[in-house]
């Protein structure tokens, strides 16, 4: 046990990690394998891989696996990213988030070892979670991408048991490209030679990049809306794969999250032998999966107390014209009257106009915010500029999501979106 006068905590140790190289992505995996070399390759030691890119949908993938293989009686390792409140969120171990005492001892075994070498913030903490992963018995890993598949810091996994590939649209431009189609070809990287994949609805631009990949690799292809279909049917959804399927509805909020359950599905159907789920524990993962920060009914909290009373407050990490868009369709299914407001706090890496667009038809009034903890968020009155040539009739601007709340008199309904960043620190205070 350490001794916490004398130790140092894990938030110093990550503060330290973030000064090792002078850019926060710098996308290689030269870096992360020479220290995974040095650490005598935990990456080769982990239990069977599901690895998960994608734009939009892959965490929430991640959490349905994650939810059936755990009613299934398996262990499970995880590992996803960015975290919302506490780092521990981004590595689960045999399904517990890793606790404090380990994470100091796995980061500063890293630091250790990389002896100051230049290494970014994420590829040595992706190092730590494979560490920590092949020291403790499971029966699975999930690996969620963290940006792109091929030189992203998760793809030194040589042989993973499944490759899955969520929704692909236009996201971080300026490392994957200006095409859909450069975009499903950095995505595609995660494949490899013979490796099943599961694949979510997709551009044609992006469908056609993954179906050359395939061919060039030998790698079986499940497709959606070709091996693999899923709609909703009165109260529950209906899967068409390997099997025929009767399904619930996703615990997770908004029409969307049915392409994602499918997704998961999909990848639940080709595991093999001992890892195979029953139909009943997939439905009672898709049931118990939880994902904070995507469409999540906040309940408690001073931003609740803000706002006129019975006024529901809403919060949503999507940042992208996509994520726009499945705000706008769950708006759309919201089919109690109640006006939509919403507050919007996006980063300057954002394409704004794009994003407002999309949500114009359904928005009755936005404020967009700034986020004094997030030294790249967009300036209010540049984001507001944005809305209105977007379409967006009613306008303001705030300092941050606090004093929005005050601009939004009468509300009923208020959803807070635009930033994972801005999402964790909503959850910090109000949850």
Known sequence: MRDPMTAPSSAEILDRLTGLHPKVIDMSLDRVRALLADLGDPQDRLPPVIHVAGT?????????????????????????SPHLVRFAERIRVAGALIDDDA???????????????????????????FLAF????????????????????????????????????????????????????????????????????????AAAVFDARAVALGSP???????????????????????????????????????????????????????????????????RAEWPARLQRLVRGPLVDALPPGCELWLDG???????????????????????DMIVALRSTKRAEPFFARLAPVVRRLVCAGNPADSVATPPAQLAAAARRAGIAEVHAATDVTAATA????????????????AGAVLAENS
């Open 56 to 80: 939009n949908g892959k965490g929430s993938t991640v959490a349905y696996l994650r939810a059936m293989a755990e009613a299934g009686g398996f262990k499970v390792h995880a590992y996803t």
């Open 103 to 129: 994470l100091i001892a796995i980061l500063q075994e890293v630091e250790r070892v990389n002896a100051g070498r230049p290494i970014t913030f994420f590829e040595i903490t992706t190092v730590a979670a």
């Open 407 to 422: 601009l939004l008199p009468g509300a009923t309904r208020v959803l807070v979106c635009g930033s994972l960043y801005l």
């Open 318 to 340: 999507g940042h992208n014209e996509d994520g726009a868009r499945v705000i706008a369709e769950w708006a759309r299914g919201m089919a109690d009257g109640r006006p939509l």
């Open 134 to 205: 092949a020291r403790a018995p499971a029966d699975l890993t999930l690996l969620e991408v963290g940006m792109g598949g091929r030189l992203d810091a998760t793809n030194v996994v040589r042989h993973p048991l499944i490759d899955a590939i969520a929704p692909i649209s236009f996201d971080h431009m300026d490392y994957l490209g200006d095409t859909i189609a450069a975009i499903a070809g950095e995505k595609a990287g995660i494949m490899k030679p013979g490796v099943p994949v599961a694949i979510g609805p997709q551009p044609a631009d």
């Open 221 to 287: 292809l499940f497709r959606f809306d070709r091996e693999w279909r899923i709609a909703r049917d009165g109260d529950g959804l209906r899967y068409e794969g390997v099997h025929r399927r009767a399904l619930p509805l996703p615990a997770l909020a908004g029409p969307h999250q049915a392409l994602n359950a499918g997704l998961a599905v999909a990848v639940a159907e080709m595991l093999p032998g001992r890892l195979r789920l029953s139909d009943a524990e997939i439905a009672a993962g898709l049931q």
